[in-house]
Every structure is written in structure tokens, then in C-alpha cells.
């Protein structure tokens, strides 16, 4: 199988790619990891810059596609037409847990199983054999807890500055903030407002926009992150 010379990144961004005019996937690395949407690409690209793990190209699945896990389906069936895709010998897929973790692994089990692809029988397993690429399932916060990135980002950001993490819920408690929200939408409004407080390159950023900005109040080099780069430098190793 043929290999890519890689391009050696000159940061975090260098490792998200985008889509060309046409809307087409571009490949450059032999690895690649696929996440759900572009914020979550962004911090996976920055996190894995930041730890000097060079070897993946982060994708998302392009609006056309669909967000989330509902667009790895059409992703792969995109990709599987390109012969620019073949060189790529490993591809790790990060999707959320939201509110059922094991429903939600399932869902990217089927999306494998019914594209050809191995598939892993547990989150954070990497499935090999000769003659097929390689294949790992991430789900965030972790393998066995219902929620989102946004809740390892918090966690992250709180143990960093532990006052805000109280500051926040006494915003939400004096907003008023809808009794009928959910743990993920919580978890949302609480990134939001991080960032609204703490960003002073611009409050309004969003989410996909904070890396690499000094005032970020998510601390990239947060221990909290280890779990996420240990695997992913462990997909690489073991070949």
C-alpha cells in the first residue's frame, strides 16, 4: 500500500484539513482520526500539536454530510470513492456519548459494520488485522459515562481555576436557567460562559475558535487530556 510524505505541521491548525472548493476530503497522513464536528477537530488537532503527536490528520465529516455520528456513514462512503483515501492505514473515529454511552458506541459499531470497516468491541480498543486499516473508537467523556467533550474540556478548565467552576453556577442559578435542561445542555452553557468571561481575545468566540489564543481558560496541557493522548499515541506505536 502506498504511504504519504507527511508535511511536518507548523501548528495545531495544520492538522485540521478542510474541505477543497469542491467539497471533497483531502488526505495527507497515513492515520487519521474523524471526529464528529469542526470544534471538536480543533482541540483534538491542537491537543495532539501540543504533544508533538504529528502523525494524524483530523477530519470532520462536512456539513453536507451531516454533524455528529450521523455523518460517519456518509464520511466513509465519501471517502471510500476517493483513491487519495487509500494510502490512509488507520482512522480513529471520537464521538460523544450523550445521554446513552452504549447506544452511542453502538451507533459507530453499525456505521463500521456496515461499511466494510473492522470494528472495535469496546471504546478505546483498537481493532487490526492484516490487509485492513486499522480502527479505534474514542468516546468522550470516557467509556463508561454519559455526556460530551464539553464535560473534559470543564473539567479541565475547573481544575485549572477552581472559583469559576462556582461563579458559573451562580450565573446559571441567577439567570435562571430552564429547569428542563439536560446534563449535556448544562455542560454547553457552561463552556459558553467560560469563554464569555475568560476569553479576552474575544468573548464571543466560539468553541472551535479559543486554540491557540493565550487567553484561553482551557488549559491545553491539562493532565485532564492525558487519557486521550496516551491512546492515540498508542494507535500510532502499535502497528
Given at each position: 500500500?502506498?504511504?504519504?510524505?507527511?508535511?511536518?505541521?507548523r501548528n495545531g491548525d495544520d492538522l485540521v484539513v478542510e474541505s477543497d472548493r469542491n467539497h471533497t476530503y483531502k488526505y495527507r497522513r497515513n492515520?487519521?482520526?474523524?471526529?464528529?464536528?469542526?470544534?471538536?477537530?480543533?482541540?483534538?488537532?491542537?491537543?495532539?500539536?501540543?504533544?508533538?503527536?504529528?502523525?494524524?490528520?483530523?477530519?470532520?465529516?462536512?456539513?453536507?454530510?451531516?454533524?455528529g455520528t450521523s455523518g460517519f456513514t456518509k464520511y466513509l462512503q465519501a471517502a471510500s470513492l476517493m483513491s487519495s483515501f487509500a494510502p490512509v492505514i488507520g482512522i480513529v473515529f471520537i464521538t460523544d456519548n450523550?445521554?446513552?454511552?452504549?447506544a452511542a458506541f453502538r451507533r459507530v459499531q453499525d456505521t463500521l459494520r456496515e461499511n466494510g470497516f473492522l470494528v472495535p468491541e469496546r471504546p478505546f480498543e483498537t481493532k487490526s488485522e492484516d490487509g485492513k486499516r486499522k480502527v479505534g473508537i474514542?468516546?468522550?467523556?470516557?467509556?463508561?459515562?454519559n455526556g460530551r467533550i464539553e464535560d473534559v474540556l470543564l473539567e479541565a478548565a475547573f481544575e485549572a481555576d477552581p472559583e469559576i467552576k462556582d461563579c458559573?453556577?451562580?450565573?446559571?442559578?441567577?439567570?435562571?436557567?430552564?429547569?428542563?435542561?439536560?446534563?449535556?445542555?448544562?455542560s454547553k452553557m457552561a463552556i459558553h460562559a467560560l469563554i464569555a468571561v475568560k476569553h479576552s481575545h474575544d468573548p464571543a468566540a466560539s468553541l472551535a475558535y479559543v486554540w491557540g489564543k493565550s487567553s484561553n481558560p482551557i488549559p491545553i496541557a491539562s493532565e485532564k487530556f492525558n487519557f486521550l493522548t496516551e491512546y492515540l499515541e498508542g494507535f500510532l506505536r502499535d502497528h
Amino acid at each position: 500500500m502506498p504511504r504519504f510524505a507527511e508535511p511536518e505541521p507548523r501548528n495545531g491548525d495544520d492538522l485540521v484539513v478542510e474541505s477543497d472548493r469542491n467539497h471533497t476530503y483531502k488526505y495527507r497522513r497515513n492515520y487519521l482520526i474523524v471526529c464528529e464536528g469542526y470544534s471538536d477537530a480543533r482541540f483534538i488537532a491542537h491537543l495532539l500539536y501540543s504533544k508533538g503527536i504529528f502523525g494524524f490528520d483530523v477530519h470532520h465529516p462536512l456539513k453536507p454530510h451531516g454533524q455528529g455520528t450521523s455523518g460517519f456513514t456518509k464520511y466513509l462512503q465519501a471517502a471510500s470513492l476517493m483513491s487519495s483515501f487509500a494510502p490512509v492505514i488507520g482512522i480513529v473515529f471520537i464521538t460523544d456519548n450523550d445521554y446513552d454511552h452504549s447506544a452511542a458506541f453502538r451507533r459507530v459499531q453499525d456505521t463500521l459494520r456496515e461499511n466494510g470497516f473492522l470494528v472495535p468491541e469496546r471504546p478505546f480498543e483498537t481493532k487490526s488485522e492484516d490487509g485492513k486499516r486499522k480502527v479505534g473508537i474514542v468516546t468522550l467523556p470516557n467509556g463508561t459515562t454519559n455526556g460530551r467533550i464539553e464535560d473534559v474540556l470543564l473539567e479541565a478548565a475547573f481544575e485549572a481555576d477552581p472559583e469559576i467552576k462556582d461563579c458559573i453556577s451562580s450565573f446559571a442559578k441567577c439567570a435562571g436557567t430552564p429547569q428542563s435542561w439536560r446534563p449535556n445542555q448544562k455542560s454547553k452553557m457552561a463552556i459558553h460562559a467560560l469563554i464569555a468571561v475568560k476569553h479576552s481575545h474575544d468573548p464571543a468566540a466560539s468553541l472551535a475558535y479559543v486554540w491557540g489564543k493565550s487567553s484561553n481558560p482551557i488549559p491545553i496541557a491539562s493532565e485532564k487530556f492525558n487519557f486521550l493522548t496516551e491512546y492515540l499515541e498508542g494507535f500510532l506505536r502499535d502497528h
